[in-house]
């Protein structure tokens, strides 16, 4: 890996996106109600994750090698529930049972999160609030217009490069809680294996930035994935310690 994606991981990877305190509090149990926290992070989070596939096909679609194409096609087969012996021995040895997420894709496994945490309602386009809206049609904006190397610098360096980072403080949320692991899986099964992926796109990106115009939308890229991220965080955060005590407030009364 070159000097130049070596300094942008470790730029991604101390972004306030990735330390953020929301990520913190999660993390040490230092919130208001951990459990209610979980429940509106599922709720709103699912409006982004149920996108997944498309942000990786709308990269697909501006690289240019087969070769490229063919990288992030495996990331995509993996989206889909699909992965290698190798894979699943990897998450063996982190107690992730094969039988929990064969065949099913990753939309789907953070469904079964979502309503173990209590969200039955229906999931509907029509309900989600405006900051998930901004955050995700702002991400699929900078996929959809920018160059190549920008989509890949924010789907990447921005995304992917911090994925097994980020859901760490989620499995130790989770950790404290009485939910089935199965019911939790997405978490571990990305802190344990999005490793690949981000791998991938690190290589591809080598491409890009063997031009000084690749390695500013490279990391122009990078920059504004992880910005949405951490005010969507910020968004979270309020929530988290303002909307669970006015929620067990109208419980006392």
Not at 55 to 63: D, F, G, H, N
Not at 94 to 116: N, T
Not at 227 to 240: G, H, T, V
Request: hydrophobic content about 40%.
């Amino acid at each position: 890996m070159s000097v130049f994606i070596n300094d942008l991981v470790e730029e991604s990877l101390n972004h306030r996106a990735v330390h953020h305190p929301y990520l913190r509090a999660l993390s040490d149990g230092d919130l208001p109600d951990t459990q209610w926290a979980l429940a509106d992070f599922a709720d709103h989070y699912y409006g982004y994750s149920l996108h997944f596939p498309r942000y990786l096909t709308t990269v697909i679609s501006k690289l240019e090698i087969p070769a490229h194409r063919g990288s992030l096609l495996e990331n995509l087969t993996e989206e889909s529930g699909v992965y290698g012996e190798e894979e699943y021995a990897e998450l063996a040895a982190v107690g992730v049972e094969r039988e929990w997420i064969e065949g099913v894709p990753h939309p789907q496994l953070f469904r079964r999160f979502r309503e173990a945490t209590g969200i039955t309602s229906p999931y509907s386009p029509d309900d989600e609030a405006i900051e998930l809206v901004c955050w995700r049609e702002s991400f699929l904006g900078t996929l959809t217009y920018g160059s190549a190397a920008e989509a890949l610098g924010a789907l990447g360096l921005g995304t992917e490069n911090i994925v097994s980072t980020i859901y760490v403080p989620f499995v130790k949320a989770l950790s404290r809680t009485d939910l089935n692991p199965r019911d939790t899986v997405f978490f571990p099964l990305h802190t344990a294996v999005d490793d690949h992926h981000q791998e991938a796109l690190e290589e591809i990106s080598l491409h890009f930035a063997a031009t000084p115009t690749g390695k500013g939308d490279l990391r122009r890229g990078m920059i504004k994935a992880l910005s949405l991220r951490s005010s969507f965080w910020d968004w979270m955060y309020e929530r988290a310690l303002t909307c669970a005590g006015a929620s067990r407030m109208e419980l006392v009364s």
